[in-house]
């Protein structure tokens, strides 16, 4: 991983157990939620957003998580669209940030809703 993905996500953690108590340690795309859980959360991000927005709502909700360790190694091909560039890199920490903010400014009990 790059330098500044290990930087926004040990910072997007230490964000999220500010605001929620629940210490995150990876910001990885690989996650499994129970669907009525992931139903009432209500999600609105559909890009790079994503995982930031599901982790904080469940966090917020008090679900209880599971960090599992994933190896991380050198893609074999191609190039990546966010770290394969700087306008990549900025593009997705916007969309990630506005995630972070859009969540954190919302009501406490907006996850909880049935």
Request: glycine content about 12%; some cysteine; proline content about 3%.
């Amino acid at each position: 991983m790059a330098w500044h993905q290990l930087l926004a996500g040990r910072l997007a953690g230490l964000c999220i157990a500010l605001l929620y108590g629940v210490r995150y340690t990876d910001m990885c795309a690989y996650r499994a939620i129970r669907r009525d859980s992931l139903e009432r959360f209500g999600m609105r991000e559909m890009t790079y957003g994503w995982s930031i927005e599901m982790q904080m709502r469940a966090a917020r909700s008090g679900l209880r998580t599971l960090e599992v360790p994933m190896p991380y190694r050198r893609r074999s091909g191609g190039r990546s669209k966010v770290v394969g560039s700087i306008r990549g890199s900025l593009r997705a920490g916007c969309r990630i940030i506005g995630a972070f903010l859009r969540v954190a400014a919302g009501r406490p009990d907006q996850s909880r809703a049935a």
